[in-house]
């Protein structure tokens, strides 16, 4: 029984992201059997992976130093992995029919991701079992998402090779892999290098939370930069050019790009793509919204330490999850055996003031979006309500909403 719930752990936290990739592919979603199919090929990815990992780590490199911290984390762990996934992802595109358009990238990178980071989850909590649901806590916080953004940045820069400027397109093929692999390798090379020393761990942690916050705004900047690409250029064509029996109806193209549909079919269309439809009765009293007149996206995390205005429910759960890892990340540092040096405790103490003011301002923002002071964020379990309640959908006293 133990072993089964150890097994469902492991597995959660990559199952949950790959539902979340899949929902947010809005402008024509990929078939399920291949959305499984590409966490299979993850999955089986992490043998030869495995293998090779083995064959490297018998390079002699003195041990207990910043250099074998560095080859362990860069050559050993990240250039054999992310090109074993980068790999069964070509194996995988080659000869799908539904690949089509820029998202697709994104979808099928981070799905391969998901399949070796759900593998390695079991395995460690398997190899864990007296201590199974800390591990497990720990790897769904941040080992699962480290390759989750890692599969990210390999689908945006596939889609650019595929998909953008000509002069590029040699650059865009060297960070397809190059770029997952500095960002696995500095994630695993800020932890293995923690135990180095008082000043190195201190350096690693900076480097942790940075490069924290660089792949959580980054990465979705990212997907909705694709997002956005391929709701304005559909033409449904596979770049790789292999044959298949695509179908077009089944894999449907957004409401512009369909002639001659008829109104009921098109509203549906658009309402699942979040096209902004209007009756010609209703065009005659209100203001038509078209792309051209929509208030531009300002982004996420423009201001985060700032107390003024509002923030949609999107920002705040990525800000929850920011302030849960940064929680945890000095909740280890503090409980150092032997108690914590002077610089330490400095670097701690500095470190926490802006992790709450973080916190604070925020959810400060995120209850001026439902209308509220940001003093409401000190009734009980009221921040958890705001991770679910919807924000006004037109302006209020504290500002315009937020896209």
Request: glycine letters at 8%; hydrophobic letters at 45%; charged letters at 15%.
């Amino acid at each position: 029984m133990n072993v089964l719930i150890a097994i469902a752990l492991g597995l959660l936290p990559a199952v949950v992201l790959v539902f979340y990739i899949y929902m947010l592919d809005k402008n024509q979603r990929e078939p399920l059997p291949w959305i499984l199919k590409a966490f299979g090929y993850g999955v089986l990815c992490a043998i030869p992976a495995i293998v090779i990992e083995a064959g490297l780590s018998l390079v002699p490199i003195p041990e207990q130093t910043l250099g074998k911290a560095l080859y362990d984390a860069f050559v050993v762990a990240a250039l054999s992995e992310e090109s074993m996934k980068l790999l069964f992802l070509w194996l995988l595109l080659r000869k799908n029919p539904y690949f089509d358009e820029r998202m697709d990238c994104i979808v099928y990178a981070t799905c391969v991701s998901m399949g070796f980071a759900g593998l390695e989850n079991v395995l460690y909590v398997l190899d864990n079992m007296e201590e199974m649901a800390s591990v497990a806590t720990a790897r769904a916080l941040l080992s699962v998402p480290g390759h989750f953004f890692a599969g990210v940045f390999m689908g945006y820069f596939m889609s650019l090779y595929f998909w953008g400027k000509p002069e590029r397109r040699r650059r865009n093929w060297v960070l397809i892999l190059l770029a997952p692999v500095i960002l696995h390798g500095i994630y695993d090379a800020s932890l293995m290098s923690m135990p180095l020393s008082e000043e190195i761990m201190v350096m690693a942690v900076l480097i942790f939370l940075a490069l924290g916050f660089y792949v959580w705004i980054g990465g979705h900047r990212r997907i909705v930069r694709v997002l956005a690409r391929d709701k304005k250029h559909m033409h449904f064509t596979n770049p790789l050019h292999q044959e298949g029996s695509y179908n077009q109806e089944e894999h449907a193209a957004p409401a512009y790009a369909q002639n001659g549909m008829d109104e009921e079919k098109r509203a549906a269309i658009a309402e699942v793509i979040g096209v902004l439809t209007a009756s010609k009765e209703q065009r005659q009293d209100e203001e038509i919204i078209t792309p051209d007149s929509q208030p531009a996206n300002p982004g996420i995390f423009r201001n985060p330490f700032s107390f003024n205005g509002r923030i949609g429910r999107k920002e705040f759960i990525y800000s929850y999850v920011i302030y849960t890892v940064w929680y945890y990340a000095l909740q280890i540092i503090s409980s150092k055996e032997g108690g914590l040096t002077f610089g330490e405790s400095m670097f701690v103490l500095l470190t926490i003031v802006p992790m709450y003011w973080f916190n604070f301002a925020q959810c400060c923002k995120r209850c001026h979006d439902t209308g509220h002071s940001g003093w409401w964020q000190l009734i009980p379990f009221y921040p958890i309500c705001l991770l679910f309640a919807e924000g006004d959908s037109g302006s209020n006293e504290y500002g315009e909403p937020v896209a």
